[in-house]
């Protein structure tokens, strides 16, 4: 199966309608990750099938959780899930980042690569991150444990925003607040567990 249909059929199961320039776009984001992979092991994920459900519609499962306001994706790495959530929300000002300079390179060169006017790449260590705005809605996923990105991004959140956080199936050893809500995903073709936790911003 080409990766363009794996993309397309796994997204419909998730009820995810992929225009053809957001499939492009996907793609062409995937096979960027992969070519500069080879040189500076950005990810773990090395053929374009496990790419695509394991970072492209990982990513998709979260999109329907995100609204229209400014948001920062902590630990993007190579771009995950910032990027995919930029490609599929154009609407939306999202911003990457990450402390490690050659992640940063990357997303910023994939930013161009895919003309991606909404989306800002930011290189630095989130608790030292000043931003003359906050941000509505702070994402995550292969970050830290959930009370470590509440303490270290506190400063950056909204006070009416929330946290949109991804977890696989070492769930239960995390430290959630009272008011933390937990939404179970479907991923297609992932048979782990995978979640996405949202939590209001914490007094």
Not at 116 to 126: D, H, I, P
């Amino acid at each position: 199966m080409s990766a363009d249909i794996l993309l397309r059929s796994g997204a419909k199961k998730m009820g995810i309608t992929l225009s053809d320039m957001q499939t492009q776009q996907l793609l062409d984001y995937l096979q960027l990750l992969l070519k500069w992979n080879k040189t500076y092991n950005l990810s773990a994920i090395r053929t374009l099938d496990e790419g695509v459900k394991k970072h492209l519609l990982d990513s998709l499962s979260i999109v329907e959780f995100v609204d229209g306001s400014p948001l920062l994706d902590v630990g993007s790495g190579a771009g995950l899930p910032g990027i995919v959530i930029s490609i599929m929300r154009p609407e939306i000002a999202v911003s990457v980042l990450d402390s490690a300079g050659k992640k940063c390179r990357f997303m910023q060169f994939a930013k161009t690569q895919l003309g991606l006017k909404n989306l800002s790449v930011l290189n630095g260590r989130v608790e030292e991150l000043q931003s003359e705005q906050c941000f509505a809605q702070i994402s995550a996923r292969a970050f830290a444990k959930v009370d470590k990105i509440l303490k270290l991004t506190k400063h950056l959140l909204c006070d009416n925003g929330s946290y949109l956080l991804m977890k696989g199936a070492n769930i239960e050893k995390e430290q959630l607040p009272a008011d933390a809500k937990k939404h179970q995903l479907f991923v297609a073709g992932v048979a782990e567990d995978r979640f996405l936790i949202k939590i209001g911003r914490q007094k």
